[in-house]
């Protein structure tokens, strides 16, 4: 081939897991090959669409040229020669070869076993009426029927040929419900419940968009699949499952930020007022773009690690591969457990609605063929045993996957980028201006083969991850192993077979109508892992098919339904070449912490996602954490009356995290005119007033990340709040020692009383009031020679020094029981001092607020203000 500009190189270093081995590279048309110099070392045979990242680096200090190679099965090697030239030929070649114009250049296409695979069945593994009428369609239940409008793909070019539907649905009304969904992509059976006629559904969003538009042919559809248990020709029982509750779920893949996004667009989420069968979850799964961004983080933190040993390598003579240089907490940022919990938590929610409550799931995220192929096809691996054989695992890949039409060309970026090939910048010989023709001919090249690259996303690796979540923990349940998985994910780069090629079923099954489909020309994976030696090696050794026994009654009897635990979340770490304990460490935190799976929505007032004008008594709240049991305040839609009871008041979550940066604090944003004392002041929520029995909470100083609420600590600096500070604690300071002397007295009023209930405190009496009593924090004297007896110690309830109000006039503060009777009740916890005339005659105590103390005993002491109200004289 031209795009082979050397098809041998001698006396090339390969360098991988630390190991040095000097051998010869060979490039053929689909494969990059090193053959070691030692004979007993097995060849390195290499596909080009599984290389991710070429770097070509610049010549060491010993005159060799290193070029580093990253694949999608997450290994890293380098390959050193020992002339520039060669590794330019070689980078150049493999790049030829690897970045494709079209499909029909992969290797799946020139492939061709010898001998000949046993079993060339692959292609028809799955048979749609074979697989349904298993499930029970036509035979238990005559609720659903098949469907031929899709026969020539003319219906929805990526839907399958054949669909199920509700028996009472006429393709009319199918015709009619495909212009609200989002690529026609219609609601459409996938599971049957082997039990107790519990299905799950799937299809795209639909189409409300702005003007909040509506299909009755839809809702008719829904209503219909929501309503299968009871259809008038049903096989199906009539009567309820002991323990069994009907809650209908319409399952949204999406964040609600998301659903909302959309309708922008012209799509959205389903209005609930009009599926009055069923209730809305959102999961608050991520889109393809932050999956992308976390997995690079995974990949970008173990190629750091491989760099650190090739360096450590390099430096000492000793091997060092059993050192562990992989950053563990480089990982848990990633957030790739965290997406995987967020799978399983909605998961869970789909297996027990289906098999407890006996009830149907219908589950769509933007087009259906990401998000909603993750969950539809994991809930049934829980719900069949039938799915955990390999057999069954096959089926399952093909029906929910390739048939449905998961985008396998666009995710899995099989024709590759040029963007994946850097190298050091050649400077031009012949000037400047050669060197800006040469800049803006690359410039060209990398955006006109990029504009693929957005899309590629590890959707079905996280499928495959998931599923060995749910393996590591029922091993015994599965017929495969796990290495079985992991050929699966290397197949899935790999393009030696054409199974995961193209985007559709039809793509793969029509092609373009000038030469033979894809399916003929090239062999389906399934005929490779059918072969005896693959089976051999994927067999699990543990599988006890007897535990799936539904009618099984001994104990710990599960009837074959499998409920994963969304908390133990660990990496794959065979996947990734690693050890367990490098990976995971002995503990894995919680990873679902945080997971968005809120609470079933009934109506449009209940919905998150519906558009509506914000209201002014509603707070800005930080976004609680994700559950099946949301926080009542997620919902709060309606306005907040003043006068309304304290339980209909919104929780404010008590989430603190730090932040570097700078402190926050929940508090409402000042005013530039206020005072620096009222700042302190824990102010109430818009919607809320202070109470007796929160005048000593004090509010957390730092907001929940994406809560929204501004902060004032921004406005001052880090040196004013702590000089602030430091005058606050010197002032309470003093008003202790002030106080204390009071007591010596022997004036009994100044004892503080005891944290009561107190009579008349309603809400009409509170409504009544037009000011609110706050409470000042009570701050241990740092200059107290002795430990203080808080029991006897009043709180001080005088003006505060540092407020901006005009200072009153000097008045003996009142007891409190000088105080006049009124509708206001009184703080408990707080008492007044005495009237005690200062003598500065007799003040032999000095205070240094810049950070000197000089504190010696005294009877009397003077507390002045300045003229401004602002310090201490």
Same mark, same amino acid.
């Given at each position: 081939?031209?795009?082979?500009?050397?098809?041998?190189?001698?006396?090339?270093?390969?360098?991988?897991?630390?190991?040095?081995?000097?051998g010869?590279?060979?490039?053929?048309?689909?494969?990059l090959i090193?053959?070691?110099?030692?004979t007993?070392?097995?060849?390195m045979?290499?596909?080009?669409?599984?290389?991710?990242?070429?770097?070509?680096?610049?010549q060491?200090?010993?005159?060799?040229?290193?070029?580093?190679?990253?694949?999608?099965?997450?290994?890293?090697?380098?390959?050193?020669?020992?002339?520039?030239?060669?590794?330019?030929?070689?980078?150049?070649?493999?790049k030829?070869l690897?970045?494709?114009?079209?499909?029909?250049?992969?290797?799946?296409?020139?492939?061709?076993?010898?001998?000949?695979?046993?079993?060339?069945?692959?292609?028809?593994?799955?048979?749609?009426?074979?697989?349904?009428?298993?499930?029970?369609?036509?035979?238990?239940?005559?609720?659903?029927?098949?469907?031929?409008?899709?026969?020539?793909?003319?219906?929805?070019?990526?839907?399958?040929?054949?669909?199920?539907?509700?028996?009472?649905?006429?393709?009319?009304?199918?015709?009619?419900?495909?212009?609200?969904?989002?690529k026609?992509r219609?609601p459409?059976?996938?599971?049957?419940?082997?039990?107790?006629?519990?299905?799950?559904?799937r299809?795209?969003?639909?189409?409300?968009?702005?003007?909040?538009?509506?299909?009755?042919?839809?809702?008719?559809?829904?209503?219909?699949?929501?309503?299968?248990?009871?259809?008038?020709d049903?096989?199906a029982?009539?009567q309820?499952?002991?323990?069994?509750?009907?809650t209908?779920?319409?399952?949204?893949?999406?964040?609600?930020?998301?659903a909302?996004?959309?309708?922008a667009?012209?799509?959205?989420?389903?209005?609930?007022?009009?599926?009055?069968?069923?209730?809305?979850?959102?999961?608050?799964i991520?889109?393809?773009?932050?999956?992308?961004?976390?997995?690079a983080?995974?990949?970008?933190?173990?190629r750091?690690?491989?760099?650190?040993?090739?360096?450590?390598?390099?430096?000492?003579?000793?091997?060092?591969?059993?050192?562990?240089?992989?950053?563990r907490?480089?990982?848990?940022?990633?957030?790739?457990l965290?997406?995987?919990s967020?799978?399983?938590?909605?998961?869970?929610?789909?297996?027990?609605n289906?098999?407890?409550?006996?009830s149907?799931?219908?589950?769509?995220?933007?087009?259906?063929?990401?998000?909603?192929a993750?969950?539809?096809?994991?809930?049934?691996l829980?719900?069949d045993?039938?799915?955990?054989?390999?057999?069954?695992?096959?089926?399952?890949?093909?029906?929910?996957?390739?048939?449905?039409?998961?985008?396998f060309?666009?995710?899995?970026?099989h024709?590759?980028?040029?963007?994946?090939?850097?190298?050091?910048?050649?400077?031009a010989?012949?000037?400047?201006a050669?060197?800006?023709?040469?800049?803006?001919?690359?410039?060209?090249?990398r955006f006109?083969?990029?504009?693929?690259?957005?899309e590629?996303?590890?959707?079905?690796h996280?499928?495959?991850?998931?599923?060995?979540?749910?393996?590591?923990?029922?091993?015994?349940?599965?017929?495969?192993?796990?290495?079985?998985l992991?050929?699966?994910?290397y197949?899935?780069?790999?393009?030696?077979?054409g199974?995961?090629?193209?985007?559709?079923?039809?793509?793969?099954?029509?092609?373009?109508?000038?030469?033979?489909?894809p399916?003929?020309?090239?062999?389906?994976?399934w005929?490779?892992?059918d072969?005896?030696?693959?089976?051999?090696?994927?067999?699990?050794?543990?599988y006890?098919?007897s535990?799936?026994?539904?009618?099984?009654?001994?104990?710990?009897?599960?009837?074959?339904v499998?409920?994963?635990?969304?908390?133990?979340?660990?990496?794959?770490?065979?996947?990734?070449g690693?050890?367990?304990e490098?990976?995971?460490?002995?503990?894995?935190p919680?990873?679902?912490?945080?997971?968005?799976v809120?609470?079933?929505?009934?109506g449009?007032?209940?919905?998150?996602?519906?558009?509506?004008?914000?209201?002014?008594?509603?707070?800005?709240?930080?976004?609680?954490e994700?559950?099946?049991?949301?926080?009542?305040?997620?919902?709060?839609?309606?306005?907040?009356?003043?006068?309304?009871?304290?339980?209909?008041?919104?929780?404010i979550?008590?989430?603190?995290?730090?932040?570097?940066?700078?402190?926050?604090?929940?508090?409402?944003?000042?005013?530039?005119?206020?005072?620096?004392?009222?700042?302190?002041?824990?102010?109430?929520? %818009?919607?809320?007033?202070?109470?007796? #029995?929160? *005048?000593?909470?004090? =509010? $957390?100083?730092?907001p +929940?990340p994406? @809560?929204?609420?501004?902060?004032?600590?921004?406005?001052?600096?880090?040196?004013?709040?702590?000089?602030?500070?430091?005058?606050?604690?010197?002032?309470?300071?003093?008003?202790?020692d002030?106080?204390?002397?009071?007591?010596?007295?022997?004036?009994?009023?100044?004892?503080?009383?005891?944290?009561?209930?107190?009579e008349?405190?309603?809400?009409?009496?509170?409504a009544?009031?037009?000011?609110?009593?706050?409470?000042?924090?009570?701050?241990?004297?740092?200059?107290?020679t002795?430990?203080?007896?808080?029991?006897?110690?009043p709180?001080?309830?005088?003006?505060?020094?540092?407020?901006?109000?005009a200072?009153?006039t000097?008045?003996?503060?009142?007891?409190?029981?000088?105080? %006049?009777?009124?509708s206001?009740?009184h #703080?408990? *916890?707080?008492?007044? =001092? $005495?009237a005690?005339? +200062?003598s500065v @005659?007799?003040?032999?105590g000095?205070?240094?607020?810049?950070?000197?103390?000089?504190?010696?005993?005294?009877r009397?002491?003077?507390?002045?203000?300045?003229?401004?109200?602002?310090?201490?004289?």
């Amino acid at each position: 081939m031209d795009a082979i500009r050397v098809s041998k190189v001698e006396s090339v270093v390969c360098t991988k897991g630390a190991v040095a081995s000097r051998g010869s590279i060979h490039l053929t048309a689909h494969h990059l090959i090193f053959r070691f110099d030692d004979t007993q070392k097995e060849e390195m045979w290499v596909p080009y669409p599984l290389i991710s990242l070429v770097t070509r680096l610049p010549q060491t200090l010993q005159g060799r040229c290193p070029l580093t190679f990253h694949t999608r099965t997450f290994e890293t090697f380098s390959l050193t020669f020992d002339k520039d030239s060669d590794a330019y030929d070689v980078f150049e070649s493999v790049k030829e070869l690897t970045v494709a114009e079209s499909v029909t250049q992969l290797y799946a296409f020139f492939f061709n076993p010898n001998p000949p695979y046993p079993t060339n069945n692959g292609w028809s593994v799955y048979s749609p009426r074979d697989e349904f009428i298993r499930m029970g369609v036509g035979t238990r239940t005559k609720a659903w029927r098949f469907t031929d409008i899709n026969k020539d793909y003319s219906f929805c070019a990526t839907y399958p040929t054949r669909l199920v539907i509700p028996t009472k649905i006429s393709d009319t009304t199918l015709q009619y419900a495909a212009r609200y969904r989002s690529k026609c992509r219609i609601p459409v059976l996938t599971y049957l419940h082997w039990a107790n006629f519990g299905t799950i559904t799937r299809s795209s969003q639909p189409m409300v968009g702005l003007t909040q538009n509506r299909s009755i042919q839809d809702e008719k559809l829904i209503e219909a699949v929501f309503q299968s248990h009871w259809a008038p020709d049903s096989r199906a029982s009539n009567q309820s499952v002991y323990g069994a509750t009907a809650t209908n779920l319409i399952i949204d893949a999406r964040p609600t930020a998301n659903a909302v996004a959309n309708t922008a667009k012209g799509a959205g989420t389903e209005n609930m007022d009009h599926y009055r069968e069923g209730k809305k979850v959102y999961l608050g799964i991520d889109h393809i773009h932050t999956m992308r961004e976390s997995l690079a983080k995974v990949i970008e933190a173990l190629r750091e690690a491989d760099s650190l040993i090739s360096t450590i390598n390099n430096d000492l003579s000793m091997q060092v591969g059993s050192l562990a240089v992989l950053d563990r907490q480089a990982l848990r940022r990633s957030g790739w457990l965290r997406h995987i919990s967020t799978i399983l938590e909605g998961i869970i929610l789909i297996v027990k609605n289906v098999h407890i409550n006996s009830s149907h799931v219908f589950i769509h995220c933007s087009d259906g063929w990401d998000r909603t192929a993750q969950l539809s096809s994991l809930s049934q691996l829980c719900l069949d045993p039938f799915y955990r054989t390999i057999r069954g695992f096959k089926v399952l890949i093909e029906k929910d996957w390739l048939s449905f039409g998961h985008k396998f060309m666009d995710r899995c970026g099989h024709l590759s980028s040029e963007k994946f090939f850097v190298s050091p910048i050649e400077h031009a010989g012949s000037g400047g201006a050669d060197a800006a023709q040469a800049f803006l001919a690359s410039v060209q090249n990398r955006f006109a083969s990029h504009s693929h690259i957005k899309e590629t996303s590890p959707i079905f690796h996280q499928f495959l991850e998931t599923v060995r979540q749910i393996q590591r923990r029922f091993p015994e349940r599965f017929e495969f192993n796990e290495r079985f998985l992991r050929q699966l994910h290397y197949h899935l780069y790999a393009c030696q077979f054409g199974t995961f090629l193209y985007n559709s079923e039809r793509e793969r099954r029509v092609g373009d109508g000038v030469e033979p489909p894809p399916c003929e020309r090239t062999i389906s994976v399934w005929d490779f892992l059918d072969t005896p030696a693959e089976m051999e090696q994927n067999q699990n050794s543990e599988y006890n098919p007897s535990l799936d026994d539904p009618v099984s009654r001994a104990p710990g009897a599960d009837m074959g339904v499998l409920l994963p635990n969304a908390k133990d979340v660990r990496f794959w770490h065979e996947l990734y070449g690693r050890t367990d304990e490098e990976m995971n460490g002995r503990l894995v935190p919680v990873q679902a912490k945080g997971t968005e799976v809120l609470g079933v929505t009934e109506g449009f007032e209940d919905d998150t996602a519906q558009l509506r004008p914000p209201s002014p008594y509603t707070p800005s709240l930080p976004t609680p954490e994700r559950s099946l049991n949301p926080s009542p305040a997620l919902y709060l839609t309606s306005p907040v009356s003043p006068d309304s009871p304290r339980e209909n008041w919104p929780i404010i979550p008590n989430t603190m995290i730090k932040s570097s940066a700078r402190k926050e604090s929940l508090l409402p944003s000042a005013s530039p005119s206020a005072g620096v004392g009222n700042l302190l002041r824990p102010s109430p929520w %818009p919607n809320q007033r202070s109470s007796p #029995d929160r *005048t000593r909470v004090k =509010p $957390p100083e730092y907001p +929940a990340p994406g @809560s929204g609420v501004k902060s004032m600590w921004g406005k001052l600096s880090s040196n004013a709040s702590a000089a602030f500070s430091a005058v606050q604690e010197a002032y309470t300071g003093l008003a202790k020692d002030f106080t204390r002397e009071s007591n010596e007295i022997g004036d009994e009023r100044t004892e503080s009383r005891p944290r009561t209930s107190l009579e008349g405190w309603t809400e009409a009496s509170v409504a009544s009031q037009n000011t609110v009593i706050a409470s000042y924090p009570t701050v241990t004297n740092p200059w107290s020679t002795t430990k203080p007896d808080r029991a006897t110690i009043p709180r001080l309830f005088d003006e505060n020094p540092w407020s901006t109000a005009a200072p009153s006039t000097k008045q003996q503060v009142p007891s409190n029981d000088d105080l %006049p009777t009124s509708s206001r009740p009184h #703080d408990p *916890t707080v008492e007044h =001092p $005495p009237a005690v005339e +200062a003598s500065v @005659s007799d003040a032999m105590g000095t205070l240094n607020i810049d950070g000197e103390t000089d504190i010696t005993t005294s009877r009397h002491l003077s507390v002045n203000r300045d003229p401004l109200g602002v310090g201490l004289v």
